[in-house]
């Protein structure tokens, strides 16, 4: 059975970091695209930032500059650098994975998600 695993949530206090790991277990093929989505109590699903086979990124508008998607190949384990975090950026993080199609569009449109983890929380004090 195909599955997500994250960890490295926590809390931490505004201007702080954390780093996001997503380790995916039982996958009999590679994903066009990897990535991070966020959803905030009582708002949808955020795309945050996602991963090309090629390696190319995408990140939202909101997170530009402060995170890094990245990933070690040698460790199958996809990564979420993320600095300088605000309050805002309090959420339960989702690493996710889309099977075809590559990335373009896929941060505004969860549903092509074909698989999610169980999310990793992030909260971020003022």
């Known amino acids: 059975q195909m599955q997500l695993v994250e960890s490295g949530g926590g809390s931490v206090q505004a201007g702080g970091s954390l780093r996001l790991s997503c380790v995916p277990y039982g996958y009999t093929y590679s994903p066009d695209c990897m990535g991070w989505f966020r959803q905030a109590p009582g708002k949808e699903r955020e795309g945050v930032a996602n991963i090309a086979s090629d390696g190319s990124t995408t990140y939202a508008d909101s997170v530009k500059g402060r995170f890094t998607i990245f990933r070690e190949n040698a460790k199958n384990t996809l990564y979420l650098q993320m600095h300088s975090l605000k309050p805002e950026d309090t959420a339960m993080y989702f690493c996710?994975?889309?099977?075809?199609?590559?990335?373009?569009?896929?941060?505004?449109?969860?549903?092509?998600?074909?698989?999610w983890g169980q999310g990793t929380q992030v909260t971020v004090s003022s």
């Open positions: 996710a994975s889309k099977r075809w199609g590559g990335c373009q569009g896929w941060l505004n449109w969860p549903v092509l998600t074909n698989y």
